[in-house]
């Protein structure tokens, strides 16, 4: 039995999804089906076909004829059938990872001062910058009431300008034909959906204000410009197409690990646990900034020089080592500045310094003793 639903899928030369061709049998109709994450030029050939299947509908020939006729242009493949219109609505609006790497493609990531710019701006925001005024609603001298309108403060409107200088708010995005962007339940977007979410919040803005309010309020803003500042850093090829220098930019900010705060320095503090029986290591490494560093390192190290000692190997080798590695890895994130938390997560508590807490000193106990092994020895040899 014929399926009710008959289509071809139509690509552009570069091999993205223009849209699909359809016969309804049930409804006697030929129909043209745009994909909905096209970009501009994909928008352009989707104009051309849906001219030429009206073009191929004025013809007059039957559904199945029809479908044959524009199988022949490039780029088509033979009709494949479908349950029902339901079925090809659900292609139209499926997005591909080639619709991501075409969006990511977009991204300056050659424009190191503006990525820079938004990750400082990014930094700095605090709660009372993102914390966003109305005015209006006063009543003039002739009787007309002001719309309201949002009061956006200098820091908050100064991380939504540095949206467009690194390419994130771009026409490869037809924003006006998808749904308003929504977070997800994790808290965290896809790159590709940041950018999408960066271009709604620059073109909606204009034309209803208090986008930016209710994406703010709603975290969406917090996790755009986190997940666009990871890809950024993050030490991977570029998408095809994209304009980026680099494999792995030079000058990327990096953003911490924990907090997500800016600026930070990719550093590996390490942790050793020496028994008679058995030796365990243990490490955190990522890109961490002053503060969260500073605990790292502070809750390693305790742990080393409580732990560390209890057998030959680690009293004379792997503690010690443990302990110099970490002090160079401290001295690396002393030297950032210290920078308000991101909005990642919560910034790791540095605690009190190592010198004051107690358990630090039981390192005193195998010291104490191999001074006096070493001791007794010397004078047991006289």
């Not at 029986?277 to 990522?286: H, K, M, N």
Request: hydrophobic share 45%.
């Amino acid at each position: 039995m014929q399926d009710p639903v008959q289509y071809i899928a139509v690509q552009a030369p570069d091999g993205q999804v223009l849209g699909y061709a359809w016969a309804d049998y049930t409804a006697g109709t030929l129909n043209w089906a745009q994909r909905a994450a096209n970009g501009v030029e994909g928008t352009r050939l989707g104009k051309e076909w849906s001219d030429k299947v009206e073009e191929v509908r004025k013809q007059g020939l039957p559904l199945a004829g029809a479908l044959t006729e524009l199988a022949r242009s490039g780029g088509t493949g033979p009709p494949v059938g479908a349950s029902g219109p339901e079925a090809v609505e659900a292609l139209v609006f499926t997005v591909t990872e080639a619709d991501h790497r075409r969006l990511l493609a977009q991204l300056d990531h050659a424009n190191t001062e503006a990525w820079r710019e938004l990750a400082e701006a990014y930094a700095v925001l605090t709660d009372d910058d993102r914390n966003v005024r109305w005015g209006g609603g006063e009543k003039s001298a002739s009787g007309a009431i002001q719309m309201p309108y949002p009061i956006y403060s200098e820091p908050l409107w100064r991380v939504v300008a540095g949206l467009w200088g690194i390419g994130a708010v771009t026409p490869e995005y037809r924003w006006s034909v998808h749904p308003p962007p929504t977070l997800p339940p994790t808290g965290r977007l896809h790159p590709a959906d940041a950018v999408r979410a960066a271009t709604f919040l620059g073109n909606a803005e204009r034309i209803s204000e208090g986008t930016v309010d209710e994406a703010v309020r709603s975290g969406l803003l917090d996790a755009m410009v986190v997940a666009l500042l990871e890809q950024h850093a993050a030490p991977c090829a570029p998408a095809a197409g994209a304009r980026q220098a680099d494999p792995v930019p030079q000058g990327a900010p990096l953003l911490c690990r924990f907090c997500g705060g800016f600026p930070a320095a990719h550093v590996t503090f390490h942790a050793h646990r020496g028994l008679l029986i058995a030796l365990r290591f243990r490490r955190q490494e990522g890109p961490m900034c002053a503060t969260c560093g500073l605990g790292v390192y502070r809750e390693l190290t305790t742990q080393t020089l409580w732990q560390g000692w209890w057998s030959p190997f680690s009293l004379f080798l792997f503690a010690p080592f443990t302990l110099i590695r970490n002090l160079v890895a401290v001295g690396t994130v002393k030297k950032l500045r210290v920078s308000a938390p991101g909005r990642q997560g919560r910034q790791v508590d540095p605690g009190v310094p190592i010198h004051r807490r107690p358990l630090a000193y039981v390192a005193l106990v195998p010291v104490l003793w191999v001074l006096f092994m070493s001791v007794t020895g010397l004078v047991s040899g006289r």
